[in-house]
Nanobody, 120 residues
Framework: QVQLVESGGGLVQAGGSLRLSCAAS????????MGWFRQAPGKEREFVAA?????????SYEDSVKGRFTISRDNAKNTVYLQMNSLKPEDTAVYYC????????????WGQGTQVTVSS
């Protein structure tokens, strides 16, 4: 079992940056691929980014965030990060950390979510 707690959300102006953190408790954090998803008001939750287990040598991104967002992990701290640069109002959403992300972008574990609001 893995528990996930996100932090780092907030209000930022368009063009600004935020870094989200996700602290994981439980065993074998480095065994799991990790990811970030988001859900905007009135929309379904969507995939944002994922990072492979162990060294995190493989990453993937949703097309609209490529080149602006970077996912990373620190296994010593049981933490995964999402660095978000050049934020746009359309990035406004609740961002969820996900654990045990599969290749078809499903996840077994979820955090409670953190709000990111980008003002224009």
């Amino acid at each position: 079992q893995v528990q996930l707690v996100e932090s780092g959300g907030g209000l930022v102006q368009a063009g600004g940056s935020l870094r989200l953190s996700c602290a994981a408790s439980g065993r074998d954090f480095n065994h799991y691929a990790m990811g970030w998803f988001r859900q905007a008001p009135g929309k379904e939750r969507e995939f944002v980014a994922a990072i492979s287990r162990w060294s995190g040598s493989v990453t993937s991104y949703e097309d609209s965030v490529k080149g602006r967002f970077t996912i990373s992990r620190d296994n010593a701290k049981n933490t995964v990060y999402l660095q978000m640069n050049s934020l746009k109002p359309e990035d406004t959403a609740v961002y969820y950390c996900a654990g045990a992300v599969s290749v078809d972008r499903r996840a077994d574990y979820w955090g409670q979510g953190t709000q990111v609001t980008v003002s224009s």
